[in-house]
């Protein structure tokens, strides 16, 4: 088991990081073990993992179990209206908890439905896929998708705890593996330095091995979390967090969030603002093409994206960290060295669309 205490302006709490760890937990058992307990689980990993978490469930008499679809699509609020009216109907109180089973749509989701029910309850994450033990589960972000923009409705609710449970990513396919993996070099061309070194050293086959995902799962949060307690309301460093969604969001948004997973869009956007970064004279040409070999070494260089440039930037206009109509990039000085702010100089939309057009297949 690996342990990482998470300090923020508004909390403190742990992340566990383990095999089996939802079983093994203590501190999972004495969160849990107050009022009533709300479990949205994801039905998918239902499916996959019942009798697994039956025995875990069984373990608790306090639940109440609430099934959800786990499709990004489902991520809005006329779908989370009836979980909280669900929460009301089975009793829950200000001392009940939400406890989240699932990928980053299911944390996501239970964690914008805490933070609303009786003007916020607690919440206890368990993520269940790379992605969300490494980025959805971390920070306190929760939001829902409108169809203009993605998390563009939600708010900060910090868990009271997160277990992350790699018996769980066995039965992940390979698709979901590289969208956690998207997320990791994200936080590793940012200044993730340990994740970074992992990575340099292994393919796609050889960081699937469980003692090895753990530890670039355990570094890469361990990475977050230290830009998260540093501004955990993103009024300055955390923006870093958000090299490649820029780009990632918009083409998103653009496809409804259909046929396309988020890891494959923040690699799309990784790779389109590394090339942005390069092109205006800051990244240079070595470390564009250090990033992109990266990249293809995971599997995720495909320009299989069929989208259209002009339309990607239109959507643009809508990603939350806009000022005016002024569309915010976080950039790379060279890897490791993210800029970010008022360090970044407007872009002009002819080498917004000069990388796209290198990036998507049109």
């Not at 069929?306 to 890897?335: P, R, Y």
Request: charged share 20%.
């Amino acid at each position: 088991m690996k342990e990482i205490k998470a300090v923020t302006g508004t909390s403190n709490y742990i992340v566990q990081i383990g095999h089996q760890m939802m079983l093994k937990s203590a501190e999972l058992k004495e969160k849990l073990s107050g009022g009533k307990c709300a479990v949205v689980l994801s039905n998918h990993l239902y499916d996959l993992h019942w009798e697994y978490l039956m025995d875990l469930l069984g373990r608790y008499t306090n639940k109440e179990l609430f099934l959800m679809q786990d499709l990004e699509e489902n991520k809005n609020y006329l779908y989370a209206e009836g979980f909280l009216q669900g929460f009301a109907d089975k009793g829950l109180t200000r001392d009940s908890v939400v406890w989240s089973i699932g990928g980053g749509v299911v944390g996501d989701f239970a964690g914008y439905c805490a933070s609303l029910y009786m003007r916020g309850i607690n919440i206890v994450q368990c993520p269940t896929t790379l992605l969300a033990m490494v980025d959805a589960s971390i920070g306190g972000k929760v939001a829902v998708n409108l169809h203009s923009g993605k998390n563009l409705v939600g708010s900060f609710l910090q868990p009271l705890l997160v277990v992350c449970d790699t018996f769980l990513l066995s039965t992940l396919p390979e698709k979901e593996i590289k969208c956690g993996l998207a997320e990791i070099i994200k936080h590793a061309l940012i200044g993730d330095s340990a994740s970074l070194d992992i990575l340099l050293k292994h393919d796609f086959a050889s960081i699937q091995k469980e003692d090895v995902l753990s530890e670039l799962i355990y570094h890469s949060i361990k990475f977050k979390l230290s830009v998260v307690s540093q501004d955990e309301k993103e009024l300055s460093l955390r923006a870093i967090l958000n090299f490649g969604h820029t780009v990632g969001h918009a083409i998103e948004s653009l496809m409804g969030y259909k046929g396309i997973s988020h890891g494959e869009a923040v690699a799309a956007g990784i790779f389109a603002e590394s090339r942005i970064s390069r092109d205006m004279g800051m990244l240079s040409s070595a470390d564009q093409k250090t990033i992109s070999a990266l990249l293809e070494q995971y599997g995720m260089s495909d320009k299989s994206i069929s989208c259209n440039a002009q339309d990607v930037v239109k959507h643009m206009k809508f990603d939350k960290k806009n000022v005016g109509n002024t569309t915010k990039f976080v950039l790379l000085k060279e890897i490791g060295v993210p800029l970010y702010g008022g360090a970044v100089p407007n872009v002009p939309e002819d080498v917004i669309i000069s990388a796209l057009k290198e990036t998507l297949h049109e």
